[in-house]
């Protein structure tokens, strides 16, 4: 890495940049960049094995050796003052570090890979969350269908805690794409006979979670091979949607356990 640059001004065209992916949750399609905010998604990208084009560091965190050698995974550095870090978060604390990397290829759907499908899951926390639980419970590819929130939007990375670096994800495709998988589609349903500790569980599977309103599409649902439902004994009507997710994926592992 080069020695770093100094950045005073915030008219500096790589903070309008970073401001841009900030504010547009969709503008890493459009920029070609990625923004990833704090100390712990830019240590869990370097240590998937990633390089950054671009390293930003507040000028007290440059003071931190772990921070400028986390910088150092970077093309190049730039130190920024406080007060124009703060122009890049939307955090009340903002992080003294993020990086700046490509947007992923997106990958074509791998057939045999346990998977976790997202239909048109809306809220951003909920979606990070998920993928979350699936790098946790074994599953390795999130298939996110036209109308979920953008993958790799902060606030999805944010909730997602570095799991996107260890997942396959391939976003923004239509239901009808499912078909490359050669593995049984399961779903939640609150009006199933069979609770899902009941039965034995296919492996590997893909799971379908559904729109936090609207549930799955009942097209969709008509192509799941089991539709199963989660015991609630508290008599809620239903569990938020990561929440749902992290008790199917969970028995998933436990079972194979």
């Known amino acids: 890495m080069a020695e770093p640059r100094s950045i005073t001004s915030k008219d500096n065209p790589l903070l309008v940049r970073v401001r841009k992916l900030v504010a547009d949750p969709g503008g890493y399609r459009k920029l070609g960049e990625v923004w ?10 370097v240590q998937r ?38 122009g890049l978060s939307t955090l009340e604390s903002p992080p003294a570090i993020g990086f700046v990397v490509a947007t992923p290829t997106a990958p074509a759907i791998t057939p045999d890979a346990p998977s976790v499908v997202l239909d048109r899951l809306q809220d951003a926390g909920n979606v990070g969350t998920v993928l979350r639980s699936a790098s946790s419970f074994g599953f390795t590819q999130v298939i996110a269908l036209k109308g979920t929130a953008a993958l790799w939007s902060p606030k999805v990375l944010r909730a997602g805690m570095g799991a996107h670096f260890g997942l396959r994800l391939v976003e923004g495709v239509e239901a009808d794409a499912l078909a490359a998988l050669r593995l049984p589609l399961l779903a939640t349903s609150s009006h199933a006979e069979a609770a899902l500790h009941e039965v034995d569980l296919p492996w590997p599977c893909a799971w379908v979670m559904g729109h936090e309103g609207q549930g799955i599409a009942p097209a969709l649902q008509q192509r799941c091979a089991m539709r199963l439902r989660i015991p609630q004994p508290g008599g809620e009507e239903s569990l938020n949607v990561a929440a749902a997710a992290a008790v199917c994926l969970y028995e998933s592992a436990r079972q194979r356990a």
Do not use: K, T
């Open 36 to 45: 990833l905010e704090g100390e712990h998604l830019c240590a869990a990208f």
């Open 49 to 86: 094995g990633g390089r950054a084009l671009q390293a930003l560091v507040s000028s007290e965190g440059w003071q931190q050796p772990h921070l400028r050698e986390l910088a150092g995974h970077a093309a190049a550095a730039a130190i920024v003052p406080g007060e124009l870090m703060a």
